[in-house]
């Protein structure tokens, strides 16, 4: 089993920047790659980025915006998100999966709770 929490959500206006995290507890979390969803209201949950070892995934709506990293002696993921746009406003999950750079959320395993992102214009 994998535990994972995320936190550092918050408002922000447009333009602005906001870094969530993601701590993971349980097993080995270096084993695991990991993903970041979001999920508006009414909206199904949209990927955003993943993680793996040394490689890293991210949808093309966040590209040159965001970034993900991770800290494994820290146990803990990251996403910078920088630009941000009213339409980045969501509950961001992120997820723990064996599955490699996943885009679709039913293939990762844990998830977090989620950190509610909401950007002003």
């Known amino acids: 089993q994998v535990q994972l929490v995320e936190s550092g959500g918050g408002l922000v206006q447009a333009g602005g920047s906001l870094r969530i995290s993601c701590a993971a507890s349980g097993r080995t979390f270096s084993h695991y790659a990991m993903g970041w969803f979001r999920q508006a209201p009414g909206k199904e949950r949209d990927f955003v980025a993943a993680i793996g070892r040394d490689s890293t995934n991210l949808a093309d709506s966040v590209k040159g915006r965001f970034t993900i990293s991770r800290d494994n002696s820290k146990n803990t993921g990251y996403l910078e998100m920088n630009g941000l746009k009213p339409e980045d406003t969501a509950v961001y999950y992120c997820?723990?999966?064996?599955?490699?750079?996943?885009?679709?959320?039913?293939?990762?395993?844990?998830w977090g709770q989620g950190t509610q992102v909401t950007v002003s214009s």
């Open positions: 997820a723990a999966g064996v599955r490699g750079l996943a885009v679709r959320a039913g293939l990762y395993d844990y």
